[in-house]
Antibody
């Protein structure tokens, strides 16, 4: 069974740092992308960042709102993905989800990265 | 960056109704569009990807269509368990932006 379990959330002061972890099980982590999406209280979904698979050189992408402050990394040997969050702002307060991305398709129909399994999320609160 | 705009922001419909939600991209994204359902207090769930491909296990009353800039999510016969907020997301190139969401309620 595919599972993603986030941890590491909590209360942090503005300007502080936090590292979220995402423990993956039930699949081969290196074969998949991992995205991070957040949801502020009562608000919609916001894409945060992506870690591509081993076949795609583990390359990363970030939303403009977090670029330069957040970094995603992974340790496939530990079946874990991390989101290091620095210089946190009050507007970073949200539930953070890690999500498995599966690359599917072909040359003719195009390749699609399907966000098929979501973790339960971990709450990050940035407040003084 | 490409913006994603959903309409309506909220709607109320009766059980058995056909419901349509629209998502418009500010630039063409071919068919790199997904739809998600988030029930109250729950984690989002993938419904459709590649604009019209139903994710495994999703009821067939859900369907998606569109290409380029205009997309629709249709629920053929609304059920009580479909009460949720629905989001579209484009994923051709980063940033992989979500629409603002459409809250669906039962009359």
């Amino acid at each position: 069974e595919v599972q993603l379990v986030e941890s590491g959330g909590g209360l942090v002061q503005p300007g502080g740092s936090l590292r979220l972890s995402c423990a993956a099980s039930g699949f081969t982590l290196s074969d998949h992308y991992i995205d991070w999406v957040r949801q502020a209280p009562g608000k919609g979904l916001e894409w945060v960042g992506r870690s591509r698979s081993k076949a795609n050189s583990y390359s990363t992408e970030y939303a403009a709102s977090v670029k330069g402050r957040f970094t995603t990394s992974r340790d496939d040997s530990k079946n874990s993905v991390y989101l290091q969050m620095n210089s946190l702002k009050t507007e970073d307060t949200a539930v953070y989800y890690c999500i498995r991305g599966t690359r599917t398709g072909n040359l003719w129909s195009g390749y699609h990265v399907v966000l098929d399994y979501w973790g339960q999320g971990t709450l990050v609160t940035v407040s003084s | 960056d490409i913006q994603m705009t959903q309409s309506p922001s909220s709607l109320s419909a009766s059980v058995g109704d056909r419901v349509t939600i629209t998502c418009r991209a500010s630039q063409g994204i071919t068919n790199y569009l997904a739809w998600y359902q988030q029930k109250p207090g729950k984690v989002p769930k993938l419904l459709i990807y590649a604009a019209s491909t139903l994710q495994s296990g999703v009821p067939s009353r859900f369907s998606g269509s569109g290409s380029g800039t205009d997309f629709t999510l249709t629920i053929r016969s609304l059920q009580p368990e479909d009460v949720a907020t629905y989001y579209c997301q484009k994923y051709n190139i980063p940033p992989y932006t979500f629409g603002q969401g459409t809250k669906l309620e039962i009359k």
